[in-house]
């Protein structure tokens, strides 16, 4: 499903236009993306959290040359479901 999909599936269910629903899902992003750029977790209960995983440096191969290469270590995001999501995927 894609952004656009999503915008038009809200706004039919809610009656709000596809431009003010545009903007509920920018703000909603860039709200997360702030919380999780201060080192903060969102949770959404029952749905799940986005948490932000520090991975540590390590050595890779660069599959086309095969050199061994150094992998800086960085923050990355994750997602974790909660169980209400997970059971309603199964």
């Given amino acids: 499903m ?3 999909q999503i915008i038009d599936a809200i ?3 809610t009656g709000l236009s596809k431009k003010q629903t545009d903007e509920v899902i920018e703000s909603l992003l860039e709200t997360i993306t702030k919380a999780l750029q201060k080192g903060d977790k969102v949770a959404f209960t ?3 959290a986005f948490v932000i995983s520090n991975r540590k440096a390590r050595q890779g191969v660069n599959p086309k040359t095969g050199a061994k290469i150094q992998i800086p270590a960085m923050k990355a995001p994750k997602f974790r479901a909660g169980k209400a999501l997970k059971e309603a995927v199964k």
């Fill in 11 to 13: 706004a039919n269910k």
């Fill in 2 to 4: 894609t952004k656009d």
């Fill in 46 to 48: 029952g749905f799940g």
